[in-house]
């Protein structure tokens, strides 16, 4: 028995021996090579450490010492700045626990005539055996070449196609803002229309498209006017509706506490944010106002965050998942969670029974919803409301006074 234990702690020390660093010794020479350095870069066995170690050529010499477990594949160039596979004085070859010689030549390193690695050995002789093969490629390869270099020509050409069509876009949007006078002066006209005519099914009518972004103390003292046959009318509830949604969305009011799967197909709950300033930001890919907002969301965002802000994007986009997707990576917006709204469209009609944006009186985008650490709205900001300074001058006095 001990003889036999004795067998077992001999083969154990010789293996340890075996997977133990031994020296290796690397003597270069070099023929018509001006740089000053060489530079020898290599991995351990199990490619868990990397080595980069460099050595003086003097009068065409250099020598290389160091330690190596087994036979790993080295890389020595003369370059610093180029470590290109295809560079002519860059060479890789099997570095051993040996003593070893290179010869190289300028601009012909792959030609290097080594000794001392039978690893070495062995490589070279395969990669003589594939140079027929490697031979026959080259008019594939070439093939392959143009028409990769033609994808990419393309690729190129789309993304300027794509940044000139955004670019387009958002001229095209400034410019609606010519129509601001007009649409005022029209929306004037509805105003003293449904003032003058409470029971007037018109009335009621004109009302709907008034709470898109308006002000809700106007829109529901327009709605108070109404008589109560108006107010009852199909148009009447449906507006009566669309004011309780901007209160349940405004401050003072507490959050609607949603659950949803977000963009990285991880669940998200709003009531898990608690303790926590929270910004959900109701956006879509479409938006251009929202698109261009993203920027200072993201300075805003990196600037509070590790105060305790965060933010929620609720994208519009269920219909156009893809589009959604882009969206965030393009503006790299990622940063935070995003979900969809949750609006479904099926047979024709909207089910809005697990929209998000119901739940805060969403009507227009972008619009930003501030919920304070309690799950209190203490924040209301879309357009034809309070804008982005107004939500800047709020965030510096919550967090400026930690």
Not at 59 to 80: C, S, T, W
Request: glycine share 8%.
């Amino acid at each position: 028995m001990k003889k036999y234990i004795g067998s077992i702690l001999l083969l154990t020390n010789l293996s340890l021996v075996a997977l133990g660093q031994q020296p290796f010794v690397l003597k270069g020479e070099t023929v018509n090579v001006s740089s000053p350095y060489a530079y020898l870069g290599y991995r351990s066995g199990d490619g868990s450490k990397h080595t980069l170690d460099s050595v003086k050529i003097e009068h065409n010499a250099f020598v290389f010492k160091g330690k190596i477990e087994e036979p790993v594949m080295a890389y020595l160039y003369v370059d610093r700045n180029s470590r290109s596979v295809d560079d002519p004085n860059a060479v890789s070859f099997y570095l051993e626990p040996k003593k070893m010689s290179i010869r190289l030549e300028k601009d012909k390193f792959k030609d290097a005539l080594i000794k001392g690695s039978k690893s070495q050995d062995e490589w070279s002789k395969l990669n003589v055996d594939k140079k027929v093969i490697r031979k026959e490629m080259e008019p594939v390869l070439e093939e392959y070449g143009r028409l990769n270099k033609r994808y990419m020509d393309a690729d190129a050409e789309l993304k300027l196609l794509e940044a000139k069509v955004k670019k387009l876009k958002e001229e095209a949007y400034d410019y609606r803002e010519n129509f601001t006078p007009f649409n005022d002066r029209l929306a004037q006209l509805d105003v003293e229309f449904i003032k003058k005519n409470p029971d007037s099914y018109v009335s009621s009518f004109l009302m709907q498209f008034m709470t898109t972004g308006a002000d809700l103390a106007k829109i529901e003292g327009l709605y108070n006017g109404l008589s109560d046959q108006i107010k009852n009318s199909g148009n009447g509830r449906e507006i009566a509706e669309k004011i309780q949604g901007i209160k349940n969305g405004s401050p003072g009011s507490k959050a609607f506490e949603f659950t949803a799967t977000d963009i990285n197909e991880k669940a998200i709950a709003l009531a898990a944010f608690k303790g926590k300033y929270v910004l959900l930001d109701f956006w879509a890919s479409w938006c251009v106002p929202c698109r261009k907002g993203n920027p200072h969301l993201i300075d805003l965002y990196t600037k509070y965050k590790s105060k305790g802000f965060e933010i929620i994007g609720v994208a519009d986009d269920d219909r156009s998942q893809a589009a959604w997707h882009k969206a965030v990576d393009q503006d790299k917006i990622g940063i935070w969670r995003h979900v969809l709204n949750g609006l479904k469209f099926e047979n024709g009609e909207f089910d809005r029974s697990k929209s998000i944006s119901v739940h805060f009186g969403i009507s227009t985008l972008p619009t930003k919803i501030l919920i304070d650490p309690n799950g209190m709205i203490v924040g209301r900001y879309a357009s034809g409301s309070e804008t982005d300074t107004e939500l800047d001058k709020k965030l510096a006095e919550v967090f400026g006074a930690q």
